[in-house]
C-alpha cells in the first residue's frame, strides 16, 4: 500500500496545463493549514473526504470529487479517517480551461466537481479512482479525465497566460 504524500510530474500531453500530480495516503491525525500557493487542483478522494473549517470555525466535509480555485488565505482541512486523496495541480492557462468559466469565479472556492461536469461522468472518475490499485494507476485515471476535459474544451487555453 502507497503511504505518504508523493508527486509526479504531468504527462507529456498535459505539460502545458498541468503543473504536478500528487497523492497523500495516511493518517493525518491534526488539521492541516495549506498554504496559498497560486495553483488551482483537481482533488479526488478515494477514502473519506477531508472537512474543511468555514469563517465561523464549523467543519463542513469536502465532496469526494471537487475544483479547488485559487487561495487568497490559508485553509484548514483535517480527517476524519485516515486519508486517501489523489490530485492534479494545474497551471493558470490549463486550470481556466479545465474549469471551463474564469478562474475568479471559484476564487477561495472549492466546488463540487459534479457542479461542473457531468455528474455520472464524476461518479465514474470517483469510482475509476477507488478502484485503482496504487498511486500510479490513480495518477493515470485522473490525468486521463484532465486530458479529456481539455480535449472537450470550447475555450483553448490563452499561451501568453
Avoid: K
Avoid at 498554504?35 to 488551482?40: L, M, N
Avoid at 494507476?137 to 497566460?161: E, K, M, T
Wanted: net charge negative; charged share 25%; proline share 9%.
Amino acid at each position: 500500500m502507497d503511504e505518504g504524500y508523493r508527486e509526479v510530474g504531468p504527462d507529456a500531453v498535459l505539460a502545458g496545463h498541468v503543473v504536478c500530480a500528487w497523492s497523500f495516503t495516511g493518517v493525518d491525525p491534526e488539521p492541516q493549514s495549506i498554504a496559498p500557493d497560486g495553483c488551482c487542483e483537481l482533488i479526488v478522494h478515494w477514502r473519506a473526504p477531508y472537512e474543511e473549517e468555514g469563517a465561523e470555525g464549523s467543519w463542513r466535509v469536502q465532496p469526494p470529487a471537487l475544483f479547488a480555485g485559487q487561495l487568497t488565505r490559508p485553509l484548514r482541512l483535517r480527517a476524519r479517517e485516515p486519508a486517501g486523496v489523489v490530485a492534479v495541480r494545474f497551471r493558470p492557462a490549463g486550470a481556466a480551461s479545465f474549469l471551463g468559466a474564469p478562474l475568479n469565479a471559484a476564487t477561495d472556492r472549492r466546488v463540487a466537481l459534479d457542479d461542473l461536469h457531468e455528474p455520472a461522468a464524476v461518479a465514474a472518475l470517483v469510482e475509476a479512482v477507488r478502484q485503482a490499485g496504487d498511486a500510479d494507476a490513480r495518477f493515470v485515471v485522473v490525468q486521463d479525465y484532465v486530458a479529456q476535459r481539455l480535449a472537450a474544451a470550447a475555450r483553448p487555453p490563452d499561451p501568453a497566460v
